[in-house]
Structure formats: structure tokens, C-alpha cells
């Protein structure tokens, strides 16, 4: 486990970064500098830290050019912006009443933020207050594109893009009241026409998303004529898993496409795991993990696993007929969308578990 005496971490070039999904739809601002910041600072947390530590991350990742006069002062501005700010996130407690209301706790985001004068660093730390949001994260969370995330512009883009993403494993259309996005990137008091948040924030992000794996086209849902809600349809998923050579299946069918054969109801039927036909029980592990509450992310990784044989399909298999047996169904015979929920968790836990004991042997 990092101490706070070790060497502080270099920001390293890595794929995607991950973070909860509470901090996905949290209420909170960034400006580009901050957001750039925050990026190279969390593509420096490993799947298996502990706890956070101090990062140094070079001013001319951020800036994407070499510092000039100017250019000092503008690093110690956001610096010290992204020291005041705060994740908000949501939480729905209980009134006196018996009722349910909502409520939101802010996070603060870094400890400590600096840049250190003639050595073009910045150091920083992050709070421990959101280390359940950036750490050892089980389910519940989603992973970008670290580099298509570095190369936007807009905080709009940024929040959107994180938002789809949350939904690819779900059909790729999130439905997002328009009061409850003001909310999420604190635009309550502006943009009182419709029109203007559509232009400065909703457009502008469909332009700068257009060329990134989280491209849109959107809809309004309406209520007495009036704009309540935005359907947003992701264009090409290409984060989803594909089980299929796009050779042999014309339109390239994807993992999470009701289409896919993985999705047969008969499935499971026709074929039982076998050695011999290991790409069947791939299929037939992953259809498993689907149906039983694991999440996107977890069957991404999953899947991973078996197609590099760092767990087998039987050892999948069998954790999913654990988990089922292990709980207790309602009267109608099927689990109810909680029930769901926590056996994916369940199963996902197990999973990372066997993962850890294989590893280590």
C-alpha cells in the first residue's frame, strides 16, 4: 500500500480511466484546464490502490504546449480553483414525515494542489472523501476514453460524453430530464430559453462528440408542447463488446444487441460447457453473467478473462449456479429488478475473488 513518504506517482499514458457512476452524475463545474487536471490525475490510479498518492503531472501534458509568461499565472489560477471545488452528489433520505427527499452532499475533490515554480510540475492530492468513488470499484461504475476525454473542449462535452457512456451497456439511449442536467452541471439560474441551452450546451456537445466513440443524435420529449426531457441515442457503440467477426456478420452484431444469438432464450438448452467448443461456452458464460445482474463494465471484463484464459467458463458458470441457489426467489418465481441487482453484485464479487486466488497460485 502507498504511503504518503513514497516518491510522488508520474501521470502515465493508459487507455481509460474509470470513476462511479455517483461521480458520473454528480453536480459539479469544471473549465478545461481543471477538467484536463483531474483527468491526468486519475489515469494515474491502479485497479488495485488502496488509497490515493500524491501525483505530479507534467504542465505541458496539460497545456499541450510548452509554458509561456502567461501561461505560469493561468496554471496557478486553476490550481487553486480546483482546491475550492466540490463533487455534489446526490442522496435520497428520509423526511420526518415518512416521505423521501432529495439531497446533495458535497466531496471535497483534492487535499492538496500546487504547481511548484521553475520545475513545471503540478503536485497534487486527492481527498480521501472520494476514494469510495475513484477505488476499488466493484460495480456501479463507468470507463472512458482517456484520450477522447483530453481532447474536449467543452465542460458540456465532457459531462454528455460521461453520461452516454454510463448507457452503453443499456441499448446506448439515456432519457435525461432537462431540469435534472441543469442541475448536474449547475445551470439552474441561466439559460432560462430553451432554445439557448439547446445551442450553447446540447449542440455544441453533438458537434465536438461527433468524431468520438460517444457520437449522438437526440430527440426532445415534450409535455404540453413545452420541452421536459432529451432522448439521446448513441450513434456507434463501439465500447461494446463484439463477440462476432464483422466478417461474418454483415452489420457487425454486438454483445449487448438483442439480436445476438447470446441473447436466445434457448440458449442455454441447446449447448452445456465443453471443452471441445470453447467458444460456445464463451457465449454461454457471457449470456449468464447478462441475464443475472452483472453490469456492462463486469461483463467486459469478464468476457476478457475467459477469451485470455485466466479463468475458464466452468469456473463462471459455476459462480452464477452458486449465486442463484444461494438466493431465495418471490412467490412469482423470477428476482425482482434489486434481487438482480445485488446477485450481480454478488456474482461480480466472487468473480474478482477467484480472479485474485488464480492470480496468485
Known amino acids: 500500500m502507498a504511503k504518503n513518504s513514497s516518491p510522488p506517482a508520474s501521470a502515465t499514458s493508459r487507455e481509460r480511466v474509470w470513476q462511479s457512476n455517483k461521480l458520473v452524475n454528480a453536480r459539479f463545474t469544471f473549465e478545461r484546464l481543471e477538467q484536463r487536471i483531474f483527468l491526468k490525475t486519475i489515469a494515474t490510479i491502479k485497479q488495485d490502490d488502496e488509497e490515493f498518492r500524491e501525483v505530479e503531472i507534467d504542465v505541458r501534458d496539460v497545456l499541450e504546449y510548452s509554458l509561456g509568461g502567461v501561461d505560469y499565472q493561468t496554471i496557478r489560477d486553476a490550481c487553486s480553483r480546483l482546491l475550492g ?27 492538496t494542489m500546487e504547481y511548484v515554480d521553475g520545475s513545471g510540475k503540478i503536485r497534487a492530492h486527492l481527498s480521501p472523501q472520494i476514494m469510495p468513488f475513484l477505488l476499488q470499484l466493484r460495480g456501479e461504475f463507468t470507463q472512458g476514453g482517456l484520450d477522447e ?24 439511449v439515456r432519457e435525461i430530464e432537462i431540469e435534472e442536467l441543469k442541475r448536474m452541471f449547475k445551470l439552474e439560474n441561466q439559460y432560462n430559453r430553451f432554445v439557448d441551452f439547446r445551442k450553447r450546451v446540447i449542440d455544441q456537445a453533438q458537434r465536438e462528440l461527433a468524431h468520438t466513440s460517444m457520437a449522438f443524435d437526440y430527440e426532445l420529449i415534450t409535455h404540453k408542447r413545452r420541452a421536459v426531457a432529451i432522448r439521446f441515442t448513441i450513434k456507434k457503440q463501439h465500447d461494446q ?28 438448452q441447446r449447448f452445456e460447457p465443453t471443452d471441445r467448443f470453447p467458444t460456445e461456452d464463451v457465449l454461454l458464460a457471457a449470456r449468464m453473467l447478462v441475464t443475472n445482474g452483472v453490469d456492462a463494465q463486469g461483463c467486459e471484463r469478464w468476457y476478457r478473462s475467459m477469451r485470455a484464459g485466466e479463468l475458464t467458463t466452468k469456473q463462471v458458470i459455476a459462480v452464477v449456479h452458486e449465486v442463484k441457489k444461494s438466493q431465495a426467489l418471490p412467490a412469482s418465481g423470477r428476482p425482482s429488478a434489486s434481487q438482480l441487482k445485488k446477485r450481480g453484485g454478488l456474482i461480480h464479487k466472487m468473480l474478482c475473488d477467484l480472479s485474485t486466488s488464480e492470480a496468485a497460485e
Open 149 to 172: 476525454l483530453l481532447s474536449l473542449n467543452s465542460h458540456y462535452s465532457y459531462r454528455i460524453y460521461w453520461l452516454l457512456k454510463q448507457h452503453v451497456g443499456l441499448g446506448g
Open 85 to 111: 471545488k466540490k463533487f455534489e452528489i446526490e442522496d435520497i433520505v428520509t423526511s420526518n414525515n415518512g416521505g423521501t427527499k432529495r439531497r446533495y452532499r458535497g466531496y471535497v475533490i483534492y487535499t
Open 241 to 268: 463488446l463484439e463477440l462476432f467477426p464483422a466478417a461474418a456478420h454483415e452489420e457487425g452484431q454486438l454483445f449487448w444487441h438483442p439480436d445476438n444469438p447470446v441473447f436466445d432464450v434457448q440458449y442455454g
